[in-house]
Nanobody, 113 residues
């Protein structure tokens, strides 16, 4: 069974950067698309960035040019580099494994103004 472990969240000032990591267990990582979603309490979970198995990427409009999703299949890990963070980026961030249909536990990102 695929398990996902996220890390890298924290508190950062507006304009700062964070890099989130999501490490996956199992042998099917390389064939799966991966996504980073975020959720604010009381709101729906929204897709922020997506990377296919062939490394095609898409982004939510509000993060284009600031966030970069990447993957390292040798490490079974997907990353989200977040630059120039804004207070509206604060949320719990989750990674998602499309083939397994599994979510990570979430990591909190807080951005102070």
């Amino acid at each position: 069974q695929v398990q996902l472990v996220e890390s890298g969240g924290g508190l950062v000032q507006a304009g700062g950067s964070l890099r989130l990591s999501c490490a996956a267990s199992g042998s099917i990582f390389s064939i799966s698309a991966m996504g980073w979603f975020r959720q604010v309490t009381g709101e729906q979970r929204d897709l922020v960035a997506y990377i296919s198995s062939d490394e095609t990427t898409t982004y939510k409009d509000s993060v284009k040019g600031r966030f970069t999703i990447s993957r390292d299949n040798a490490k079974n890990t997907v990353y989200l580099q977040m630059n120039n963070l804004k207070p509206e980026d604060a949320a719990v961030y989750y990674c998602y494994h499309y083939v397994a249909g599994r979510w990570g536990q979430g990591t909190q990102v807080t951005v102070s103004s």
